[in-house]
Nanobody, 123 residues
Framework: QVQLVESGGGLVQVGGSLRLACAASGRTLSSYGMGWFRQAPGKEREFVAA????????WYADSVKGRFTISRDNALNTLYLQMDSLKPEDTAVYYCAANPRGSLYNSDLYNYWGQGTQVTVSA
């Protein structure tokens, strides 16, 4: 079993930056693909970014490409999301997830989830 705990969310002004972290316990993450998803009020959960187990390949939603960077430190069992040039539309609860059973883009296929961290971008 894997437990995931996100941190680093908060309130930031437009154009600002935040760095989210997702710390894992229970099992090593080094063999898992991982992803970040977000859910805004009244909207469905959406894909943000994903990374394979060794970090060699990453993918981003078009809405965050060029502004967000996903990375991982397997030695620390931690996943990161650097978010720059934040916009009001980035406001959401951000979740990390691990061990997809198929496509990294599909939230339904992930086995493990964190509790989420709120990111609020004020205009």
């Amino acid at each position: 079993q894997v437990q995931l705990v996100e941190s680093g969310g908060g309130l930031v002004q437009v154009g600002g930056s935040l760095r989210l972290a997702c710390a894992a316990s229970g099992r090593t993450l080094s063999s898992y693909g991982m992803g970040w998803f977000r859910q805004a009020p009244g909207k469905e959960r959406e894909f943000v970014a994903a990374i394979i187990s060794n970090g060699a390949n990453v993918w981003y939603a078009d809405s965050v490409k060029g502004r967000f960077t996903i990375s991982r430190d397997n030695a620390l069992n931690t996943l990161y999301l650097q978010m720059d040039s934040l916009k009001p539309e980035d406001t959401a609860v951000y979740y990390c997830a691990a061990n997809p059973r198929g496509s990294l883009y599909n939230s339904d296929l992930y086995n493990y989830w964190g509790q989420g961290t709120q990111v609020t971008v004020s205009a």
